[in-house]
């Protein structure tokens, strides 16, 4: 299936110079959801994923399904202020700015085998925000998961990312 062909790019948005990758349209077509979250699993099955931590706001959609499917707990990573009791903060830098994702405190436990979720790997700022909240409670193994990567962008933050050996469906 080429996934490529059912995502729709917007230019300029959410300013301008920024190309929009936009899954929606991916989302909404039965055989495509099917089909990525069966090829996602699949890579995860044998790896005793206890938590699924799907990144505000589209890794929920498919983070939901993952833990679904393998048989997981399902942990929302919020933007500032969304998450009603203790939390773990970690502010990181966007294409276009900056923002601050949090984890209830209780979420997780040094145990959890932790797969991370995000539907779009970009500059690697959120990812790498994850990792440094789930270090604090001494998650040990971690995995990533991408819907698409933006491979033509590089930063530090994506140079570690590169050692968690992230699986990625779709690539610009």
Known sequence: MNLKDKIRE?????????NFIDITTLLKDKEAIQYITGKIADEFRDKQI???????ARGFILGGILAHELRAGFVPVRKK?????DVISETYQLEYGTDTVEIHSDALSE????????DLLATGGTAQAVLNMIK??????VYFSFLCDLEF???????????FDPHVLVKY
């Open 111 to 118: 145990e959890d085998v932790v797969l991370i979720h995000d």
């Open 50 to 56: 206890s938590k699924v931590l799907g990144i505000e």
């Open 136 to 141: 604090q409670v001494g998650i040990k193994k």
């Open 81 to 85: 202020g969304k998450l009603p009791s």
């Open 153 to 163: 962008i590089q930063t530090p933050e994506r140079e570690i990312l590169k050692q």
């Open 10 to 18: 917007v230019p300029d948005f959410p300013k301008k110079g920024i």
